[in-house]
């Protein structure tokens, strides 16, 4: 299992863009890196993830580096409805029965 | 709204009783799976489904039971549970195992065994 490593929490003042960072330095060849958020009361969500190159969807960008062993994913206008715990996960892409496993993560606190 | 239902959103059971979670998805995913989350702790893989058969049992106690009759529904059939079983039991499914696809959880079901 390819691990990864967060900060704990994180806070942010709503309508700014926010920075989360995750470092896989173990990360494989194969390994997708996925971002997920759990708002209060509620399952996990999927942000976004990709393997390579940027990734961008409607709720997020993925920066991944150069060598794969950081990712940051970005919130480009923090509302209120962000706070929540990102969970950044990496997911084998070729073996199979390689399920979610889920770290602490990071709580996001917006301020007004 | 994720595609994924899980029934009931709320149980209150006693030690001594039997009771089933539920979850069902018709998204047309081949994988669906079973977590445990405790109060301040980070979700727990319980089970793994894969086109009907089960791939990963990650040391659960058996009085936890899971049943997969189809690609579409999940169970979890709890008897002689423990307080220390309260939590929420969520649910997720993938289109297959592989990385390269995203996963829809469930709102779970928050269990009080008392």
């Known amino acids: 299992d390819a691990k990864t490593t967060q900060p704990n929490s994180m806070e942010s003042n709503e309508e700014e863009p926010v920075h989360l960072p995750c470092n896989h330095s173990t990360i494989s060849g194969t390994d997708y890196i996925h971002w997920y958020r759990q708002l209060p009361s509620q399952g996990p969500e999927y942000v976004i993830h990709g393997l390579t190159s940027n990734v961008n969807n409607r709720m997020a960008s993925l920066a991944i580096a150069e060598d794969r062993k950081s990712s940051t994913l970005i919130l480009h206008r923090a509302t209120l409805r962000d706070a929540a715990v990102y969970y950044c996960i990496l997911r084998d892409g070729e073996n199979s029965g390689y399920a979610l496993n889920f770290g602490k993560g990071t709580s996001l606190l917006v301020t007004p | 709204e994720t595609g994924v239902t899980q029934t009931p959103r709320h149980l209150v059971m006693g030690m001594t009783n039997k009771k089933s979670l539920k979850c069902e998805q018709h998204l047309g995913h081949n994988a669906m799976y079973w977590y445990k989350q405790s109060a301040k702790k980070p979700l727990e893989l319980m089970f793994v489904y894969n086109f009907k058969e089960q791939t990963e049992n990650n040391s659960v106690p058996s009085r936890f039971s899971p049943e997969c009759p189809n690609s579409s529904h999940l169970f979890l059939h709890l008897h002689t549970l423990q307080p220390e079983d309260s939590a929420l039991y969520l649910c997720?499914?993938?289109?297959?195992?592989?990385?390269?696809?995203?996963?829809?959880f469930g709102q779970g079901t928050r269990l009080t065994v008392v």
């Open positions: 997720a499914s993938t289109r297959t195992l592989l990385g390269n696809t995203e996963a829809f």
